[in-house]
């Protein structure tokens, strides 16, 4: 892998890192962005969106990326549906960010947590 794969990867990372951070303040936290995090953060998903063809991810996969883990979810019931959302998304985050997956990935909210 190229010296510009390995930084593009590590730069996507702290975007997510950072976006993350934004999204807990404003969604579990109910707290406003300051006026230099509101920029930093339209600026960090300009960047994030345009690495989104070099990555082959969809929005929805984007979106997932931010999101996961942010609300605390249930543990999965480990039929196969809940098995393939796991392994789809442990794939798509170890391709984008060439790091191994943390534990909230295997912690995913799961199709009985859907329906309730």
Not at 31 to 47: F, G, M, P, W
Not at 65 to 70: A, C, D, P, Q, S
Request: hydrophobic letters at 30%; glycine letters at 2%.
């Amino acid at each position: 892998m190229s010296q510009t794969s390995f930084q593009s990867r590590d730069q996507v990372t702290k975007h997510l890192e950072i976006l993350r951070k934004y999204a807990r303040i404003t969604l579990v936290h109910s707290q406003a962005l300051s006026r230099l995090e509101t920029v930093d953060k339209t600026n960090r998903l300009k960047e994030f969106r345009s690495n989104r063809k070099s990555f082959q991810l969809t929005r929805s996969e984007m979106a997932r990326l931010i999101f996961k883990g942010l609300f605390r979810a249930p543990r999965s019931c480990g039929c196969p549906t809940c098995q393939a959302r796991r392994a789809i998304d442990k794939m798509i985050l170890q391709q984008t960010t060439g790091h191994d997956v943390p534990s909230w990935v295997s912690k995913a909210p799961t199709h009985e947590a859907r329906r309730s």
